[in-house]
């Protein structure tokens, strides 16, 4: 070799290890700032609309906050607090807004009152199922409208559960007629509420642990809630006459809030991990609702009578929806928006539906 291209051999490989050296070194100090904010603990308060470890969405939220401890590495504490504990059941939203609390779980149709928009976030009367009501959330530009919506609030939204099908709901007195509707005061929340509300029943707000009660006293005449599984915990069965199906919440969607300034500073890991969570929770919990809910259904007791309502209560309710619907569109631009790409799915995803699931839920058996 000449004594030139040794030089300029040993020149490209100094520089080549000087600048192997310095990447090392930039990579092992990012590496060490990554592992110091991995160690950092971050300690998060939620407040729920439940009872301390609710059957399914309560206990959902138990193991929740269990999984993103267990998935930082212990890094990540999320502290659950049951209503009434640090807020009242209904106050968890503006709580969370006002960064009283960190974060909170509850269902999206218990603040039309802020905004008519947000009960379509949480299911539709007569509308999209659970998986149905995901997909459109995850590719179907549900969730980029949600979380504008909520950021005005000051709020980040993810899917925290579903229910899935529900049933129809209590009656004390049976339900043969439209007639037999007027002046029922019944718990019934959201879009389900308005859509009642035109068939003649004076629908009532009351969180879970007030409905029971409420139903005793004569307060209400009837009530929904979910299914059989949490119907008969709740010990709605002594109103006796149980109607299905659930044609207000086919699909209701529960969600677990974050305040959005706390949100963004959290790390782009843990965050990932309060995600994966919430998914994993969302599918866990519609699985067991689903289970639960056929398991409770063989066990009410004989007095129980399953019925359906009448035929014409669907005709009724349709009309009635199609009402509530273009009168809320045009006192909301947001809720006309909104419903806009809802519909926009349906139509696209209803034909796919028709020939897969309808069709063989038509032909199984």
Partial sequence: MK????????????????????????KQTAENTVNINKGKKVTLK??????????????????????CFELSGGTLEIKVYPKNILVPALQVFDATSAAQIDAFHSGVYYWKGKNPAFSIFGGMPLGLLSEEMITWFKFGGGYELWREMYGKFNLYPLIGGTTGPQMGGWFKKEINSLSDLKGLKMRIPGLGGEVMKKLGVNPVLLP???????????TIDATEWV???LDSMMGFDKAAHYYYTGWHEPGSILE????KARWEKLSPEHQAIITAASEEMTGTMLQEFRYKNAKALQELPDYVQIKNFPPEFFTA????????????????????????????FYALNEPWSDISTKHLLEIRN
Wanted: charged share 25%; glycine share 8%.
């Fill in 317 to 344: 309710a349709k009309k009635a929806l199609r009402e509530v619907l273009a009168e809320q569109s045009r006192e909301s631009a947001d809720f006309k928006r909104v419903l806009e790409s809802y519909q926009s």
């Fill in 227 to 229: 299914g059989p599984a």
């Fill in 256 to 259: 677990i809030t974050f305040n």
């Fill in 3 to 26: 004594r030139r291209d040794f030089i300029t051999t040993a020149v490209l490989g100094a520089g080549t290890l000087a600048f192997s050296g310095c990447h090392r070194a930039e």
């Fill in 46 to 67: 939620l407040a729920t609309s439940w009872p301390a470890h609710f059957p399914i969405m309560g206990t959902g939220v138990d193991t929740f906050a269990k999984r």
């Fill in 208 to 218: 879970a642990g007030e409905i029971y009660t409420a139903l005793e006293r004569g």
